[in-house]
């Protein structure tokens, strides 16, 4: 069998949202530019399948869809079956999610076959029976890829002898090349952006409630939320008791080029992820180094992914995710040295490029 072919089966992939499925994107078209025949497995998530099958066929690989099932078992034994019949035609096959991880690691191949697994933080960090099902299938896999030492050190208990860690990776476009010739336009008070996921791990509440202090330092702070509205309600009502309503726009789920016209119009790119009780943590971060490409120093949560990528004092800072006036001393800090941060921010970008990141992957895979 060709060598060269591999299959790609992730728990998510674009159109829709999801970090799992750009990193599974990226790798997929970095892998297929670089000699390989790919193939992804994954699912569709709209109604009719319509917006998935407009998307795939601009790819210059084949994707593999399964519908998603009321029934989560359903849905399960749909991607069982899917990949029964695919898997014989590719020599190595990379699992990334949840539910892939379990697949490709339980599943029994009769020729040997290089598998690869790559963990983000959340599907290693389950409770209960779940924990113990991926911490099993982790160990039938010749290689796991973790996108940060916090996450690597999740699984660190299970003494895994082939573990490598290898960071997100960002893909460089228009919209940040010409932003780089923008000049650095200085406002009387600063921006705030937040793009993922509207919910207790990403943070936003965490900004919402260290808005009333900041707002006395700085009278026209703004804050803008992108992303998946859900838990979007919750937390307008919590402004709004705040008295910071006004300071914040919640945008919801936006077009690629809407979400770079928000980040070229603010000044700092905030993430205070919190871990939550179901085991939901913060693997990594790649929407920060997405900022930073544009010139947005960031604040983060220290104690998760994150620390991986913000080099502190340097393309922004790492702040305790609840400490409000912590978390108001590290506005102040790089708002008082905006220039140094934006270009320190954006050098620091550089080594997150998937034309860069890629070369890691290779050097396993070909192995």
């Known amino acids: 069998m060709n060598s060269k072919k591999i299959l790609i089966v992730t728990s998510e992939f674009p159109p829709q949202p999801g970090g799992i499925g750009n990193h599974a994107f990226n790798l997929a078209t970095q892998l297929q530019l670089h000699g390989y025949e790919v193939g992804v497995l994954t ?3 709209s109604k009719d399948g319509f917006i998935e099958k407009q998307f795939d066929l601009t790819l210059p690989f084949k994707v593999y869809r399964t519908k998603r099932f009321r029934i989560s078992l359903c849905t399960y034994l749909m991607r069982i079956l899917v990949y029964n019949r695919i898997i014989k035609n590719y020599s190595k096959v990379i699992a990334s999610g949840k539910f892939p991880l379990w697949l490709v690691g339980f599943y029994p191949l009769k020729n040997k076959k290089i598998k690869l697994a790559i963990i983000h933080g959340s599907e290693v960090n389950l409770t209960g029976v ?4 991926t911490n099993k ?3 039938y896999f010749d290689t796991v890829v973790a996108v940060s030492n916090f996450t690597k050190a999740l699984v660190a208990f299970l003494d895994l002898k082939n573990i490598h860690v290898i960071p997100n990776g960002f ?4 919209e940040t090349k010409e932003f780089h010739s923008m000049p650095i336009i200085k406002k009387n008070d600063p921006t705030l952006i937040t793009v993922g996921n509207v919910s207790e791990r990403k943070g936003q509440l965490n900004v919402i409630k260290a808005l009333p202090q900041l707002s006395i330092i700085y009278s026209d702070i703004h804050y803008h939320i992108v992303g998946i509205p859900s838990e979007q309600e919750a937390f307008e009502h919590k402004a709004l008791s705040l008295g910071v309503l006004k300071n914040i726009t919640f945008h919801g789920i936006v077009t690629e080029q809407k979400k770079y016209e928000l980040l070229q119009k603010s000044d700092l790119f905030i993430m205070l992820s919190n871990s939550t009780s179901t085991g939901d943590v913060e693997g990594f971060g790649i929407a920060i180094l997405e900022a930073n490409a544009l010139g947005l120093p960031a604040i983060g949560s220290r104690n998760c992914g994150i620390e991986d990528a913000i080099l502190h004092e340097n393309s922004g800072l790492l702040v305790t995710a609840e400490n409000s006036e912590e978390f108001c001393k590290a506005v102040q800090l790089i708002w008082n040295d905006l220039s140094n941060y934006k270009n320190n921010a954006m ?3 550089n080594q997150f490029k998937w034309e860069k990141i890629i070369h ?3 050097k396993l895979i070909n192995y």
């Open 360 to 362: 890691q992957y290779l």
């Open 137 to 139: 299938a982790l160990r």
């Open 347 to 349: 050098k620091w970008s």
């Open 43 to 45: 699912d569709e998530r």
């Open 171 to 174: 893909e460089v476009n228009n």
């Open 130 to 133: 779940y924990r113990k099902i």
